[in-house]
């Protein structure tokens, strides 16, 4: 089945402790891309990446990492998390043909709270 | 970044009535896709629209890409309980740039 799978899809931590949340895609997607979901603000993008090797920021990278160091795989790395990174988190990934974005993808999502 | 107006940004309706909402930009879109976000989990596409004009339909859902490229429609008909969610417009540029609305939360009383 064609899918987004991030993990985990709750997390509790406290302020700088290191984490990474994973996101994965099995359909060979060349971009994938980082959202946070907060209330009243809609989806805001954080980072995404148009292929391997190749990662950008978005509207609100700060206090964001990402890698892609292979084509399926686009973790998440908060080095030092703070309160104000507790949000829903959203992987997505899309196929790109010819510089055309088809229909994004998205996983069920990342729900972190940083104490 | 840039959003998308999208309006209304709340509904509560009976279950069986039609439900209208729209997306405007004031910038020329050449293709609008609409997604459903149920509660906890992540937005799933509804309908694509790729051509000025079109009009599509999806069981009881039915979108439009306006004329002008700068507004698209989505219709649903004889709601029920499980079309409850947010309805988000969004673009997905040649620019890499993608563009979200800030959704309609649709609620829909038994």
């Known amino acids: 089945e064609a899918q987004v799978t991030q993990n985990p899809r709750y997390l509790i931590t406290v302020t700088g402790k290191k984490l990474t949340v994973t996101c994965s895609q099995n359909m060979n997607h060349e971009y994938m891309s980082w959202y946070r979901q907060d209330p009243g603000l809609g989806l805001r993008q954080i980072y995404y990446?148009?292929?391997?090797?190749?990662?950008d920021k978005g509207d609100v990278p700060e206090g964001y990492k990402v890698s892609r160091k292979e084509k399926r795989n686009f973790p998440l790395i908060l080095e030092s998390p703070s309160p104000n990174q507790t949000s829903l988190y959203f992987c997505a990934s899309s196929l790109v043909l010819w510089g055309t974005f088809g229909p994004l993808h998205f996983g069920n999502g990342t729900r972190l709270t940083v104490t | 970044g840039q959003q998308l107006n999208q309006s209304p940004q709340s509904m509560f309706i009976q279950e069986g009535e039609d439900v209208s909402m729209n997306c405007t930009s004031s910038?020329?879109?050449?293709?609008w896709l609409w997604y459903k976000q149920d509660p906890g989990e992540g937005p799933v596409l509804l309908i694509a629209l790729y051509k000025a004009g079109e009009l599509t339909s999806n069981g009881r859902l039915t979108a439009q890409f306006g004329i002008t490229r700068k507004d698209s429609f989505l219709n649903i008909s004889a709601s029920i309980p499980s079309d409850v969610g947010i309805y988000f417009c969004f673009y997905a540029g040649n620019n890499r740039k993608l563009i979200w609305g800030l959704g309609t939360s649709l609620a829909v009383n038994p």
């Open positions: 990446s148009m292929n391997v090797e190749v990662t």
């Open positions: 910038s020329i879109f050449n293709t």
